[in-house]
């Protein structure tokens, strides 16, 4: 059975998210916290920019919960 465009999107999805949890764990500390959400949005930019291609104008966003 072949997968929808979406059903690939949600596993990719999901492979992101836990690799994100697994890397970068959520600290207690305010400050630690803050500067783990930074490294996080980096990545998603860094991660995003290498899957966009720059002539299509593509954006990827990848929030994490």
């Not at 999901?14 to 959400?37: F, H, R, V």
């Not at 998603?44 to 920019?49: D, E, G, V």
């Not at 291609?53 to 990848?62: A, D, F, K, Y």
Request: glycine share 4%.
């Amino acid at each position: 059975m072949t997968k929808s465009i979406e059903d690939i999107v949600a596993i990719c999805e999901k492979k992101i998210m836990m690799a994100l949890l697994s890397e970068l764990p959520t600290p207690t500390c305010p400050l630690k916290k803050q500067q783990n959400e930074w490294k996080k949005d980096q990545v998603k930019k860094t991660l995003a920019a290498r899957l966009g291609h720059p002539g299509l104008g593509i954006t990827v966003n990848i929030d994490v919960k």
